[in-house]
């Protein structure tokens, strides 16, 4: 089945605590990306990959890091979180981002950090 | 910095009901739109893309207006299903052979028995 897979799925933290989210799509696809969810806020894009070992920041990178050096996995590194990074995580992939395509989101990961 | 707003709602509409949302964008070169979806804190799910000349999926349709630079959704016979969180996306180029991806905040719809 052609999927978007994170984990974990929820996590709780504290702050300084250094984590790994991992995310790994079977689909091949050349595009990954990271987005936090919060309420009143919508979206917003941390990093992104247009294809292995070419990563890139997004609106909001600040206190996150990303590596891609395999094509299916782009895992999102938080080195010292902090409680203003409680947030709903989603990870992403679509083929490419030539502008028609699709992006395929994973199912989510909830992270408090206290 | 792009902007893509969105009415926040909630929309309360009966079942049955036609419903339109509509999606502004402040980038005049922005290239693709898309609608997705979005149950209650779970992963967006794509919807419809929006094309130019409009397009239409069952009880949905999709409109691009470029001139006055919004995109629509009109959902109609609503259905208790169709309750969620809808987001228009916007896609620009941000460089050679790079886009960029913007969300909005999405609107959210009940549909009531």
């Known amino acids: 089945e052609a999927q978007v897979t994170q984990n974990p799925r929820y996590l709780i933290t504290v702050t300084g605590k250094k984590l790994t989210v991992t995310c790994s799509q079977n689909m091949n696809h050349e595009y990954m990306s990271w987005y936090r969810q919060d309420p009143g806020l919508g979206l917003r894009q941390i990093y992104y990959s247009m294809n292995v070992e070419v990563t890139d920041k997004g609106d909001v990178p600040e206190g996150y890091k990303v590596s891609r050096k395999e094509k299916r996995n782009f895992p999102l590194i938080l080195e010292s979180p902090s409680p203003n990074q409680t947030s709903l995580y989603f990870c992403?992939?679509?083929?490419?981002?030539?502008?028609?395509?699709?992006?395929?989101f994973g199912p989510g990961t909830r992270l408090l950090v206290l | 910095r792009k902007e893509v707003e969105q009415d926040p709602g909630p929309f309360n509409v009966p079942e049955g009901a036609t419903v339109a949302f509509n999606c502004t964008y402040s980038?005049?070169?922005?290239?693709?739109f898309f609608w997705y979806r979005q149950d209650c804190r779970k992963e967006p799910k794509l919807l419809m893309s929006v094309y130019s000349s409009g397009n239409e999926d069952g009880r949905f349709t999709a409109q691009l207006n470029r001139a006055s630079q919004y995109i629509s959704l009109l959902i109609r016979d609503s259905k208790l299903s169709d309750s969620a969180t809808y987001l228009c996306v916007v896609i620009d180029r941000s460089g050679a052979g790079s886009y960029q991806l913007t969300f909005g905040k999405g609107t959210k719809l009940s549909v009531i028995p």
């Open positions: 992403a992939s679509s083929l490419s981002i030539r502008p028609a395509e699709t992006q395929y």
């Open positions: 980038n005049s070169a922005s290239q693709s």
